[in-house]
Nanobody, 125 residues
């Protein structure tokens, strides 16, 4: 099993920054090489891919809408993944979810087996 807990969400003005964290735990997480992903869901919209990072951190991928503004990183000693969000826009407002899957990175929502509860990010104009 894998447990994921997101934190760091909040209210920020457009152009500002936030850093989300996702703390992972569980026997499965500590046994397998787990890739991690961030997704988001705005009101009335489908959950969408934001970014992903491999177990080693050497491979990442981002949605075009956040590329060059958001950065994913991880600290495997702390079992924590981060999402640094800069130059935030009102359209970034959403609930942000952390997700985990075994082995390689992926951009599709249905490839992830484990999900956190989400953290709200609100960007005011």
């Amino acid at each position: 099993q894998v447990q994921l807990v997101e934190s760091g969400g909040g209210l920020v003005q457009a152009g500002g920054s936030l850093k989300l964290s996702c703390a992972a735990s569980g026997r499965t997480f500590n046994t397998y090489a787990m890739a991690m992903g961030w997704f988001r869901q705005a009101p009335g919209k489908k959950r969408e891919f934001v970014g992903t990072i491999s177990m080693s951190g050497s491979s990442t991928a981002y949605a075009d809408s956040v590329k060059d503004r958001f950065t994913i990183s991880r600290d495997n000693d702390k079992n924590t993944v981060y999402l640094q969000m800069n130059s935030l826009k009102p359209e970034d407002t959403a609930v942000y979810y952390c997700a985990a899957k075994k082995f390689g990175i992926a951009t599709l929502l249905n490839e992830y087996n484990y999900w956190g509860q989400g953290t709200q990010v609100t960007v005011s104009s």
